[in-house]
């Protein structure tokens, strides 16, 4: 059962424009979610993250949005720029009762044009 | 500089030939896992380990076996290797119990069975 959903497989942005990366989740009990950039033949990089008792979190470009009541992560990059493409994967954990999991989306492919 | 380090980074195989994947990490971190990426599929955790001696399954764990002898080192063991674990690997390091901290991933390891 996939708790962490990608469901778009890729994303194409003018250089400058915003970028709207979206994950959906179907498990109440997790509590602290992640966002990680992905470049070919290298380990994803941790990018951003966000706990369940706030709703938005800002790292300079990068803002991750969290609606709990609708499930929903998204992460905002403005303005994007053609070193922003990779693929970007969001996960989640529910550490608060079991530290031991993170569960991964398929991810989304971002081409950032110049 | 704080890493994850695994070896080899590509690694070419026949079905049954034992192999073992090295990962070791320089952060003192006491939880440690592996992934397997598949296309579609995004991450998913094979083994993981709160802390030497202690280790436990993830969500796909058959056909491997992991140790935790020392803090710093998780090495993945294929005992009989087969196709269907053609696959790209990452290993993964994080703080403690109750820790909102991010995974630190290594590079990866291609692995394939013929």
């Known amino acids: 059962d996939q708790q962490v959903k990608q469901n778009s497989p890729s994303l194409s942005v003018q250089e400058g424009r915003i970028s709207i990366l979206n994950c959906d989740y179907t498990n109440s009990m997790f509590d602290y979610f992640l966002w990680y950039k992905k470049y070919p033949a290298e380990g994803p990089t941790f990018l951003i993250s966000i706990s369940s008792i706030k709703d938005k979190n800002e790292d300079g470009r990068f803002t991750v949005f969290l609606n709990k009541s609708a499930k929903h992560l998204s992460l905002h990059i403005v303005p994007s720029q053609p070193g922003d493409s990779a693929v970007y994967f969001c996960?989640?954990?529910?550490?608060?009762?079991?530290?031991?999991?993170?569960?991964f989306g398929s991810g989304t492919k971002l081409n950032v044009k110049p | 500089e704080a890493q994850v380090t695994q070896n080899p980074r590509y690694l070419i195989t026949v079905t049954g030939k034992k192999l073992t994947v090295t990962c070791s990490q320089n952060?003192?971190?006491?939880?440690m896992s592996w992934y397997r990426q598949d296309p579609g599929l995004g991450l998913r955790q094979i083994y993981y380990s709160m802390n030497v001696e202690v280790t436990d399954k993830g969500d796909v764990p058959e056909g491997y076996k992991v140790s935790r002898k020392e803090k710093r080192n998780f090495p993945l063991i294929l005992e009989s290797p087969s196709p269907n674990q053609t696959s790209l690997y990452f290993c993964a390091s994080r703080g403690g119990q109750g820790d909102y901290s991010p995974l630190h991933f290594g590079n990866g390891t291609r692995l394939t069975v013929t």
């Open positions: 996960a989640a954990s529910a550490v608060g009762y079991n530290f031991n999991k993170f569960y």
């Open positions: 952060m003192n971190h006491e939880y």
